[in-house]
Nanobody, 124 residues
Framework: QVQLVESGGGLVQAGGSLRLSCEASGSTFSSYAMGWFRRAPGKEREFVAA????????YYTDSVKGRFTISRDNTKNTVWLQMNSLKPEDTAVYYCAARPIRIITTRDYDYNYWGQGTQVTVSS
């Protein structure tokens, strides 16, 4: 069982940066691939980024490539999403998710555990 707690959301102007954190409790964090998803108002939840259990592989949705960076520290049971050059269309609730397999996936139904979400609002 894994419990996830996100933090770091807030209000930022377009072009600004935010760093989201997701701290996990429970068993062997390095056994879990981690993902970030987001849900914008009136839209479906979408994949943002994922990182493999040992941090070797990462994957991003096209709209955030070059702007967002996912990373993890397995000694701290934490995964981060560094978001730079933010745009108003990045406004959403961001969710951290974990799956008990090291290999990453972009499909939300492959993730077993979810955080409560953190709001990111980018003003124009």
């Amino acid at each position: 069982q894994v419990q996830l707690v996100e933090s770091g959301g807030g209000l930022v102007q377009a072009g600004g940066s935010l760093r989201l954190s997701c701290e996990a409790s429970g068993s062997t964090f390095s056994s879990y691939a981690m993902g970030w998803f987001r849900r914008a108002p009136g839209k479906e939840r979408e994949f943002v980024a994922a990182i493999s259990g040992r941090g070797i592989s990462t994957y991003y949705t096209d709209s955030v490539k070059g702007r967002f960076t996912i990373s993890r520290d397995n000694t701290k049971n934490t995964v981060w999403l560094q978001m730079n050059s933010l745009k108003p269309e990045d406004t959403a609730v961001y969710y951290c998710a974990a799956r008990p397999i090291r290999i990453i996936t972009t499909r939300d139904y492959d993730y077993n555990y979810w955080g409560q979400g953190t709001q990111v609002t980018v003003s124009s």
